[in-house]
């Protein structure tokens, strides 16, 4: 028998998030592709992302990776793609010409590999315009290892580049996810310390 779950952030009761969750609204729309195999995993940090921002599409696809149906107003004009490469510029401020005219912003959430084989294998995502974080900062995301040196969560790196596009604090969306993880694992202490 299952248990029974909150019925706004779908969690189980003894791990409500809702009384955590901020509420921010943004003009960027953030849109993720997401591994479908990422979307069963309870540590995932795009269904945390979908809880306390706004607005949010998650699209889903399995492998083979071989079509994806994004917003069709989505052009290389309005787009940036968050992703790190030789043929990305930095999202910093000072570039802030360059994504004045951003209305989406497109991440992949799933592992390093699987993320270079959407690239590799999804021709139309590497039409976009691709951005990169720099002067990382250590993720906050530790129940999850990366063999990528900072390495963050999507929900973090949403949370960086909302900060440089919209020159608006996403602290809060940060501390929702530290917040949350705390409390979804404080029953699993062997698992993660937060």
């Known amino acids: ?85 030789e043929d990305a510029f930095p999202l910093v401020r000072e570039n802030s010409e360059q994504f004045a005219s951003t209305k989406y912003l497109l991440l992949l959430d799933a592992t390093w590999r699987k993320a270079k084989k959407m690239m590799y294998s999804l021709d139309h995502l590497r039409c976009f315009p691709k951005v990169a974080l720099t002067d990382l900062e250590e993720s906050n995301y530790n129940i999850r290892k990366t063999s990528v040196s900072h390495g963050l969560s999507t929900l973090e790196a949403s949370a960086r580049a909302l900060e440089v596009i919209t020159e608006t604090d996403m602290t809060p969306l940060v501390n929702f996810m530290i917040q949350s993880h705390k409390r979804q694992w404080r029953l699993h202490p062997n698992i993660v310390s937060v």
């Open 1 to 85: 028998m299952s248990r029974p779950r909150c019925s706004q952030c779908q969690y189980v009761h003894e791990q409500c998030v809702c009384d955590l969750r901020p509420s921010l609204v943004s003009d960027i729309h953030l849109v993720i592709v997401q591994d479908k195999r990422e979307a069963h995993h309870a540590k995932n940090t795009v269904r945390l992302l979908s809880l306390a921002y706004s607005p949010v599409s998650i699209i889903q696809i399995a492998e083979p990776f071989v079509a994806l149906d994004l917003p069709d107003d989505m052009s290389v004009e309005n787009t940036l793609l968050l992703y790190p490469g």
